[in-house]
């Protein structure tokens, strides 16, 4: 199974700043990367996939980039209810496998 | 608006069998793979198993193989994980989730809320 590193576990920042999280996955997984956000008590939402397209809805201030075995997601201006836990997602080998997610809080 | 509800949740003993589904609206049920995740309460995302558009299993995590059968019926707009000799270990919350692709590109663009599974003596 694919391994998938995310960095950091946890983050605390204003509202207004930039935020990137990593994830590195263990082998090559191409572009075939997601994030998703997970706000707590809810389910997961989908917000990027194939590494860097934004899913419909999600506010333009979510950001992916990255490909092979290193990625990243980027908050550019960090908002309140941007408060969640975020995780990576690989789907180019089987099983499917996610990050261990990164809670981001605000300051 | 897609909508998927779970249910099903329980405390049940270990050992002992159990049966989720999950009701689907607001998209066309059987142009879609589906899966189900689950998530340790306070902990990561672990996907579960998946199942084609036309009811074909996908896949199983090794940690369920031979415990879990996933099924669908189109008719019902429905998906189902039949869990059986259950194990302290399967506590959880199951997700239902909608895959992108009808056979399966295993990955989700949405989540039902979830239904609570408690094993337990």
């Known amino acids: 199974d694919i391994h998938l590193t995310q960095s950091p576990t946890s983050l605390s920042a204003s509202v207004g700043d930039r935020v990137t999280i990593t994830c590195q996955a263990s082998?090559?997984?191409?572009?075939?990367l997601n994030w998703y956000q997970q706000k707590p008590g809810k389910a997961p939402k989908l917000l990027i996939f194939?590494?860097?397209n934004l899913q419909a809805g999600v506010p333009s201030r979510f950001s992916g980039s990255g490909s092979g075995t290193h990625f990243s997601f980027t908050i550019s201006s960090l908002q309140p209810a941007d408060t969640a836990t975020y995780y990576c997602?690989?789907?180019?080998?089987?099983?499917?496998?996610f990050g261990g997610g990164t809670k981001v809080e605000i300051k | 608006e897609v909508h998927l509800v779970e249910s099903g949740g329980a405390l049940v003993q270990p050992g002992r069998s159990l049966r989720l589904s999950c009701a689907a609206s607001?998209?066309?049920?059987?142009?879609?793979?589906m899966h189900w995740v689950r998530q340790v309460p306070g902990q990561g995302l672990e996907w579960v198993s998946g199942i084609s558009w036309n009811a074909v299993p996908l896949r199983y995590a090794d940690s369920v193989k031979g415990r879990f059968t996933i099924s669908r019926d189109n008719a019902k707009n429905s998906l189902y994980l039949q869990m059986n000799r259950l194990g302290p270990e399967d506590t959880a919350i199951y997700y239902c989730a909608k895959d992108v692709n009808i056979n399966g590109d295993y990955y989700f663009d949405y989540f039902g809320q979830g239904t609570l599974v408690t094993v337990s003596s």
């Open positions: 607001g998209f066309t049920f059987d142009d879609y793979a």
């Open positions: 082998q090559d997984v191409a572009i075939n």
């Open positions: 997602q690989q789907y180019d080998n089987l099983p499917p496998t």
């Open positions: 194939d590494s860097s």
